[in-house]
Structure formats: C-alpha cells, structure tokens
C-alpha cells in the first residue's frame, strides 16, 4: 500500500531553520506533484506549497513565500520543505500529499486539500525559545 512519512520535524528557536521529508513508499512519487501543508493546534489544514512532477515549478502560500522552499531528489522518492526564519505562529503538524489520480501533471501543482488522494501521517514542529 502506498505511503508517504514525513521526517524532520523537531523543537527549533524563532529565526532558525528546518528541512522537513517527505518520503513515498510503495509509490514512485517522483511521478507526481506534491504539496505540504500544516495544521496547528485549534486551527484548519493550510496549504504552504507545492512542487510538480517535473520540480520546474513551485508555488507558495502568502503566508510562507520567502521564507520556505520545496524541492525534490528524482530518483529518490523524496521531496523537502526548507524552512527558514522560523516564527512561533508557525508551529504545526507538518505534512505532505499528493494526489494519485494525477490531476496535477507535467509542471502544474496546487495546494487544494480536496485534490489530493493520498497525505502523510505529520510530523510537529515547534518553534519557541
């Protein structure tokens, strides 16, 4: 059965950085577009980014643009989330999805919730002094 484990979450200071993991398993992820998203305490999922199939296109949240990146290593099944100047409002549980019936082909992604077919279990990260 197709999985997708996120890594990387942890405890971090505002102003420091993190790269998150988003891992397929049983899955050729390199084969689709995915995107993370986050959800924190008392409060709705959030879509942060995305990155195509092909890794020629990313697009951004208003709330994360600048500070985080998405990338991915073909051949490796694995797409990251860099994240940098870390706030405290962004503590959440982190995760990746993606959507298996590939509506998002060739260089095209997206961040709508509703898209994707198959999400990651999270990882938290919390950011405070």
């Known amino acids: 059965q197709a999985r997708l484990v996120e890594s990387g979450g942890g405890n971090v200071q505002p102003g420091e950085s993190l790269r998150l993991a988003c891992l397929g398993s049983?899955?050729?992820?390199?084969?689709?577009?995915v995107a993370w998203f986050r959800q924190a305490p008392g409060k709705g999922r959030e879509g942060l980014g995305c990155i195509s199939s092909t890794g020629r296109t990313t697009e951004f949240s208003d709330s994360v643009k600048g500070r985080f990146t998405i990338s991915r290593t073909h051949g490796e099944d694995t797409v990251f989330l860099e994240m940098n100047s870390l706030k405290p409002e962004d503590t959440a549980f982190y995760y990746c999805?993606?959507?298996?019936?590939?509506?998002?082909?060739?260089?095209?992604?997206?961040?709508?919730?509703?898209?994707?077919?198959?999400w990651g279990k999270g990882t938290l990260v919390t950011v405070s002094t």
């Open positions: 999805a993606t959507d298996l019936l590939n509506y998002y082909t060739g260089d095209s992604c997206g961040i709508e919730s509703e898209d994707m077919t198959l």
């Open positions: 049983k899955i050729t992820l390199d084969f689709y577009a």
